[in-house]
């Protein structure tokens, strides 16, 4: 098949986006799906298995999108091999690179470098008709696993057009979603697993979820035989259920993300927990008190460039701030907050313990003890990886924050040992 060079998309289309190209002498458009809120790509050529890889990868870093009219299994041979050449350091840059440079200097090269990538990669496009079907040779079925993350249907007789990256992680989501995450803390198979949804945070980093699972649990109210807790931020709810499990009796987790609402009560169903957790739409606390609130902000105080990336990455640290300004008026007397934080955002120079201290004084919080483990990812022994000097030395802890005493004589907020 001859490459067709598509019109280029003079107007930037009205809400939903759509891309435009030419096909048989005639212009097709259909809608633009990008999870990053990305502009479609104004010029666009017609691709299918004739197509080499080093022409594909010349088009892509140029800007020029590749949509395929070929066999979907060439077309994943082909984003990989399009990978391959992007992940390939030319022999100039190897002998600058082996220059050590400070580690702030390396996160922003790396993160540019993963945008550069991303936009590289998406440039290979699929098409889809308006039941999730790709009408391609040897194509999945992915109607499913669209529907899951996108909804049931789309404007009736509306084709979309969505990067075959986007749309393999699509996929992989939705076995993560069928599949499910083992957590141990939460007992015995099979009544022990989280299903992750699709642009929720999957619970695949266990240490804090260990931590959570060890930490020492506040007193009950005198009068009462257990506590109940907040889970601010819950995500999937892996959180608010080993609480559960612990004996918390009632916990509220809250969210605001639509999809992480949906996947929490979903796995609080599956775990038979409806009785003692309650998911409700919240930025940040639910009204009332609590003797535990628990909360697992985003740890690194950067733009996310994806709704993604929003559970690492928080501009300003505004979650972090939120819960601190607000946890000493949400806990009941004698109760604790906890805090997960990792100090990966200490070790890129993005912020220092000595904030984090001066924040807790500030909002009329102490530290109880501090809780550590050091991670377990492979990245943290991956030595080919661009932030292993910073990953290497890791380590999440859990503060364990309650309010001040009315001492006058107090000084600000100081670190207490490590359990």
Not at 50 to 76: I, K, Q
Not at 188 to 200: D, K, L, Q, S, T
Not at 250 to 259: F, M, N, S, Y
Not at 391 to 417: C, F, M, N
């Amino acid at each position: 098949m001859p490459f067709n060079l598509a019109q280029p998309v003079t107007d930037a289309a009205p809400l939903p986006p759509r891309l435009q190209w030419l096909e048989a002498d005639q212009t097709c458009a259909a809608l633009w799906r990008s999870e990053r809120g990305g502009a479609p790509p104004k010029r666009v050529v017609l691709a299918d298995d004739t197509l080499t890889a080093d022409s594909a990868y010349r088009h892509a870093c140029a800007g020029t999108a590749l949509l395929w009219r070929g066999d979907f299994h060439n077309a994943r041979q082909l984003l990989q091999a399009i990978a391959r050449r992007i992940d390939q350091v030319p022999k100039r840059k190897r002998v600058k690179a082996a220059q050590p440079i400070p580690i702030t200097e390396a996160f922003n090269l790396h993160r540019q470098a993963q945008a550069q990538r991303a936009r590289t990669l998406g440039m290979l496009l699929v098409e889809l008709d308006a039941s999730y079907h790709v009408a391609l040779r040897r194509a999945p079925d992915v109607s499913v696993a669209c529907a899951e993350a996108w909804g049931e249907g789309q404007t009736e007789g509306e084709h979309s057009v969505v990067s075959l990256r986007e749309l393999l992680g699509v996929t992989s989501a939705h076995e993560w979603r069928r599949v499910g995450v083992e957590i141990a803390a939460l007992g015995e198979a099979p009544n022990n697993r989280i299903h992750p949804h699709y642009g929720v945070f999957s619970p695949v980093r266990g240490e804090y979820i260990g931590l959570v699972a060890t930490a020492h649990l506040p007193k009950a109210p005198k009068g009462q035989s257990s506590i109940t807790a907040f889970d601010i931020g819950t995500g999937t709810g892996v959180l608010a259920a080993v609480l559960v499990q612990r004996g918390v009796s009632q916990v509220v987790a809250t969210e605001l993300e639509p999809r992480a609402l949906l996947c929490a009560r979903e796995n609080v169903a599956r775990l038979g927990l409806h009785d003692q957790i309650s998911v409700v739409q919240a930025d940040l606390f639910p009204p009332g008190l609590a003797s535990l609130i628990v909360c697992n902000p985003p740890w690194l105080p950067a733009r996310p460039s994806s709704p993604l990336e929003r559970a690492v990455y928080d501009e300003n640290g505004q979650m972090l701030k939120g819960f601190l300004a607000g946890l000493a008026e949400h806990l009941a007397p004698g109760g604790e907050g906890w805090l997960i934080l990792s100090n990966l955002a200490e070790l890129l120079g993005m912020r220092t313990r000595d904030d984090l201290l001066a924040a807790f004084g500030q909002h009329g919080l102490r530290v109880v003890s501090r809780i550590d483990a050091k991670p377990q990812h492979p990245k943290a022994n991956d030595t080919t990886d661009a932030l292993h000097q910073a990953r290497a030395q890791e380590v999440t802890s859990l503060w364990r924050l309650a309010v001040q005493k009315p001492d006058p004589a107090a000084g600000p907020a100081h670190e207490a040992a490590a359990d």
